[in-house]
């Protein structure tokens, strides 16, 4: 039985449609990253979830329960909100068992949690003070604390670490990530950061403009794209494409012709238009000399630390090639280079699609 | 802002004393013909050095009942306070979380609800409340307030209340709790400066006012206000007792400011959402 289950799941603000018919289900103890970019759809999904937005059609339940009508307080879910919301009337101790009143528990019990929570979250010192006396990363572990001390049946987080500067936002990350490992809990975690996602999902749905574009692992995504958005959000640099056309057995691009790689075999064509997606790591620099080898022009070096980025130039095509920082060609460097075939995806060109699903 | 500078200082104290000397100057006058002798009242220039008496205050509670009409006073202004700041928060917290095109047309209705001048109503609630039996009772003046107040509650509130953040109540219903709950735990208790700012204001209006309570009460349900004024009839003003009951009626007002203002702090949202 799915923790979550979206059958068609549509939000309509009167006449504007955002999420267009989600299907998503989630399994128990998954953690599942909604991941696409500004404006698509994430949050909408996610308080539909939580039950601070209607569901405008289709069917959503929690724990195998249709909870369409179903009040927030009666859905068995807590909330990280991406600015916290936490309670600045109350001290961190009273915001945590804020939470644990509605659940009726004997004192004992309600002290135990509240100690219990703290102490894994590093905020016994922190229990009398009121959120305005809080550093930002404090605040943000109040704010899972609030969540956790009630033990529910999923979490929701809605951006949790995007008001936290670069180091506070890995080292909460791990915390997030070993604390789904030590509770279980089904988690569903909405961001836009494609690190976040790959680093703390089972599975990742990315989304785009009220539809999902895929769901799958994070390997999943990053090495079998579904489409074009999907291969180009995913990664970073983002994969390069080139337009190409396949002629007699060849993928015929405007400035070179590459074999077909055997996997491709039957799933194209001929004279079909594809889009060739290479990612920036499987454009390698060559001798010149070596069969396959490409004329390419450097238009603008950057300096990584471990590796470099190159703006390549490849006839009429511009892509971008990650190579080791070590004897890296300077701007306008003429060079060789060559695609890994291995890594070499091919999308329809009229619909984006992969050619491999 | 630079440290103020010594002759900045000095001109700061000085406008200070000036506002002060324009406010505490009529309070002085009344606290001291409270306790002044009949005979130099009106002395020129003013006796400030005197024997003081206690006689207008004696007056006061022994052949009139005054304390009774003080204790008028406290539960026609109590009651209108307390059921203003119910019905005006409540109104204030739909008009401030319902979205609705209409809602600010209801607002806008609320408040001219205020925009009338009182002296044309009077004699409308003189027969609505004799119709309904209520002349000269505390409850008469109860109702009468509470219409003049509630529209200011609701617009006071209305802005306290469109100031806490919608997401903490948000999370208080993902934590449990429901409309009602959230409403009582979480955003009132955010919105108490702006209860507190209502409730001085009720209070001073009801407490202060003259023109009802002189229409609609008579022997029994006469607040302090109007029973002052009786010391001034057509054939003698007796300053004295008027001075002395005024002092009187001065000081629940300052008791009350005193007690509200503790919740009168601001910044009560602070921290809460980044
Ligand atoms: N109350 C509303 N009325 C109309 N449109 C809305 C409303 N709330 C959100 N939207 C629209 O719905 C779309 C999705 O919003 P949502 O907040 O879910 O995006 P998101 O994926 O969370 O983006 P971000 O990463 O920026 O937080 C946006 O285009 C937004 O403008
Ligand atoms: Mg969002």
Request: with cysteine; glycine share 8%.
């Amino acid at each position: 039985m799915s923790s979550i289950a979206l059958e068609k799941v549509v939000k309509r603000y009167g006449a504007f449609e955002i999420v267009h018919g989600i299907d998503l289900a989630i399994d128990k103890g998954e953690f599942v990253v909604l991941l696409g970019p500004s404006g698509c759809g994430k949050t909408t999904t996610l308080r539909m979830v939580a039950g601070l937005e209607d569901v405008s059609d289709g069917k959503l339940s929690i724990g195998g329960r249709v909870v369409n009508d179903v009040a927030p307080k009666d859905r068995g879910v807590a909330m990280v909100f991406q600015n916290y919301a936490l309670y600045p009337h109350m001290t961190v101790r009273q915001n945590m068992e804020f939470a644990l009143r509605p659940l009726k528990l004997a004192p004992g019990e309600v002290d135990r949690r509240v100690r219990e929570t703290a102490a894994i979250l590093g905020l016994d010192a922190l229990l009398a003070r009121k959120p305005s006396a809080l550093s930002g990363g404090q605040r943000q572990r109040v704010a899972m604390g609030r969540a956790m001390v009630r033990t529910p049946e999923v979490f929701l987080f809605d951006e949790p670490l995007s008001n936290l500067d670069a180091k506070l936002r890995t080292q909460v990350r791990w915390e997030i990530g070993k604390l789904h490992k030590r509770l279980g809990t089904t988690i569903l975690y909405v961001t836009h950061d494609q690190v976040e996602a790959m680093t703390l999902a089972d599975k990742i749905v990315i989304m785009r403009d009220g539809h999902v574009e895929q769901v799958g692992s994070p390997e999943d995504v990053y090495t079998r794209p579904a489409n074009t958005f999907v291969a180009t959000f995913i990664g970073s640099p983002a994969m390069n494409l080139v337009p190409a056309r396949l002629m007699g057995g060849k993928l015929q691009a405007e400035a070179f012709t590459l074999p077909l790689p055997d996997r491709f075999a039957g799933r194209t064509a001929e004279g079909q238009a594809v889009l060739i997606g290479t990612r920036p790591s499987d454009v390698t620099l060559t001798a010149a000399d070596n069969p396959g080898a490409l004329r390419a022009t450097v238009e603008v070096t950057e300096y990584l630390g471990d590796d470099a980025l190159l703006d390549l130039r490849v006839g009429l095509h511009e892509m971008i090639a990650q190579v080791p920082a070590a004897n890296r060609p300077g701007n306008d460097a003429s060079v060789h280079v060559t695609f890994n075939a291995a890594g070499l995806h091919l999308f329809d060109a009229a619909t984006g699609g992969t050619l491999l699903s | 802002m630079n440290k103020p500078s010594t002759r900045q200082a000095i001109l700061v104290y000085l406008l200070l004393a000036v506002v002060l000397i324009v406010f505490l100057t009529p309070i002085y006058l009344v606290a001291s013909s409270s306790v002044k002798p009949a005979p130099i009242m009106f002395q020129k220039p003013p006796a400030f050095f005197f024997t003081p008496t206690w006689e207008h205050y004696h007056v006061l509670f022994t052949e009139r009942p005054f304390l009774k009409f003080i204790g008028n006073s406290l539960i026609v202004a109590l009651g209108s306070t307390a059921i203003s700041l119910v019905f005006g928060s409540l109104a204030a917290y739909a008009i401030s979380r319902i979205r609705h095109r209409r809602m600010n047309d209801v607002a806008f209705w609320i408040l001219s609800l205020r925009m009338f001048p009182p002296i044309t109503v009077v004699v409308p609630y003189y027969i609505i409340f004799k119709t309904a039996g209520l002349l000269d009772t505390p409850l008469a003046l109860i109702i009468v307030y509470s219409t003049a107040n509630i529209p200011l509650v609701v617009w006071l509130m209305k802005g306290f209340f469109d100031e806490v953040p919608s997401a903490l109540e948000e999370a208080a219903m993902v934590d449990g709790y429901g409309i009602i709950e959230t409403f009582w735990r979480v955003t009132l208790p955010l919105a108490a400066p702006g209860l507190a700012v209502s409730a001085v204001f009720c209070f001073i209006f009801s407490w202060n006012e003259f023109l009802f309570a002189l229409m609609l009460t008579g022997s029994r349900a006469q607040t302090a206000t109007v029973a002052v004024m009786s010391f001034w009839s057509s054939d003698a003003v007796q300053w004295g007792r008027i001075m002395a009951g005024s002092f009187i009626i001065l000081i629940p007002g300052v008791v009350f400011v005193l007690t509200c203002q503790r919740w009168l702090v601001r910044g009560l949202t602070m921290g809460s959402v980044k």
